[in-house]
């Protein structure tokens, strides 16, 4: 059975970022997964501190909240980062935490198997191809931190009200065909 982990960049819960990935969980389901939720704004832990020691060790050596995490994510078989667009980038905690995953750049064990990525964004705007491009970079990253392929990219603009991805049944479908196409594709 594959393990799904999704990754919350949210700070309000049920937003519009994790409803899509709620319907990726759906969708990995429906393809025999286990799925589980970090919500990281429940969560405490610093940035990165650039101590490098994580390229020594493989591991970060800060013991926060985020330790647990990382033993998540080194089992799951698919990583999802879900998380709404501020300021043209994503959320202070999915980008706090992207910086934090720089221990798996290092893990000497990281290229041993192959794993699926995705990575979800919700914006207000109506600048579609921005949003997207800087997405599409922010995923790629995902190359840096292991063998994952594939790994897809769900840039969704125009959705302002927190509610509003919830009332889309277009996009609950294309998030869930992404959750099962990540799972089916291992």
Request: a neutral charge.
């Amino acid at each position: 059975m594959a393990n799904v982990v999704g990754i919350s960049g949210s700070p309000r819960r049920g937003g519009n970022s994790e409803t899509l990935l709620q319907a990726a969980f759906e969708g990995a389901r429906e393809a025999g997964a286990d799925c589980q939720m970090v919500r990281l704004n429940d969560l405490t832990y610093r940035g990165c501190q650039a101590c490098d020691a994580c390229f020594l060790e493989g591991r970060c050596p800060y013991q926060d909240d985020l330790a647990g995490v990382y033993e998540k994510l080194r089992e799951a078989d698919v990583w999802i980062f879900s998380s709404p667009v501020y300021y043209d980038g994503v959320s202070g905690q999915l980008k706090t935490f992207f910086d934090r995953c720089r221990c798996f750049a290092s893990d000497r064990r990281k290229k041993e198997r192959r794993r699926a990525a995705a990575l979800i964004v919700t914006y207000e705007a109506d600048r579609t191809e921005f949003y997207h491009e800087t997405a599409r970079r922010l995923a790629a990253y995902f190359g840096w931190f292991g063998r994952f392929e594939p790994v897809e990219v769900m840039a969704e603009p125009r959705l302002g009200p927190p509610e509003a991805a919830s009332e889309r049944p277009d996009l609950l479908v294309k998030a869930r065909a992404m959750g099962r196409r990540l799972v089916e594709g291992l």
